[in-house]
């Protein structure tokens, strides 16, 4: 069975292998821990990441958006 999924956590709580895309392109497919590295998210959303645990040691990932250009051109507002 295959699905498309945005929805990384939940992903990683139910498959096995994993495959992320990157504009019509392939980043990696293997399983999770080898495929949703820290380079690769930020290739394929544009996000900083990293892995906490929940209360059940259950892994998964927090994303931080990252500054678009646009956003650090705009002067500071007072």
């Known amino acids: 069975m295959a699905i498309a999924t945005h929805d990384i956590n939940g992903a990683c709580r139910f498959v096995d292998t994993i495959a992320l895309m990157d504009s019509g392109n392939l980043v990696g497919v293997g ?3 080898s495929v949703l590295t820290r380079e690769n998210l930020e290739r394929a959303f544009h996000v900083r990441s990293e ?12 994303f931080h958006r990252l500054k678009s250009v646009a956003e650090d051109a705009e002067p500071a507002r007072q």
């Not at 892995?51 to 927090?62: C, H, K, R, Y």
């Open 31 to 33: 399983p999770p821990a």
């Open 51 to 62: 892995v906490e645990s929940s209360a059940d040691g259950t892994p998964f990932l927090v």
